[in-house]
Nanobody, 119 residues
Framework: QVQLVESGGGLVQPGGSLRLSCAAS????????MGWYRQAPGKQRELIAE???????NDADSVKGRFTISRDNAWSTVYLQMYNLQPEDTAVYYC?????????????WGQGTQVTVSS
């Protein structure tokens, strides 16, 4: 099992920056990928960016050039650095991890952290 706890959300003005952190605990050695999703009111949860073992990354077009995902070497913490935030970035941001057990994928989610971009 993997537990995820996000931090770093808050209120920021348009054009501002925030850095989100996600701390993983439990069986972190089994993690295959970690990343960030977000869900705005009335919208579906969408992928922002994710990192997988082996070095592959996946970034949403809407955040390319503004958001950067990174992690520590132990795969115990993943970060999302966000620049030039805009009101449309307002959402609950969720940390996600994926592992495989006996060949089957398992998804893990954090509780979410609110990011509000407003003047």
């Amino acid at each position: 099992q993997v537990q995820l706890v996000e931090s770093g959300g808050g209120l920021v003005q348009p054009g501002g920056s925030l850095r989100l952190s996600c701390a993983a605990s439990g069986s972190t050695g089994s993690i295959y990928s970690m990343g960030w999703y977000r869900q705005a009111p009335g919208k579906q949860r969408e992928l922002i960016a994710e990192l997988a073992r082996g070095g592959s990354t996946n970034d949403a077009d809407s955040v390319k050039g503004r958001f950067t995902i990174s992690r520590d070497n132990a795969w115990s913490t993943v970060y999302l650095q966000m620049y030039n935030l805009q009101p449309e970035d307002t959402a609950v941001y969720y940390c996600h991890a994926l592992d495989y057990r006996l060949g089957y994928p398992h998804d893990y989610w954090g509780q979410g952290t609110q990011v509000t971009v407003s003047s």
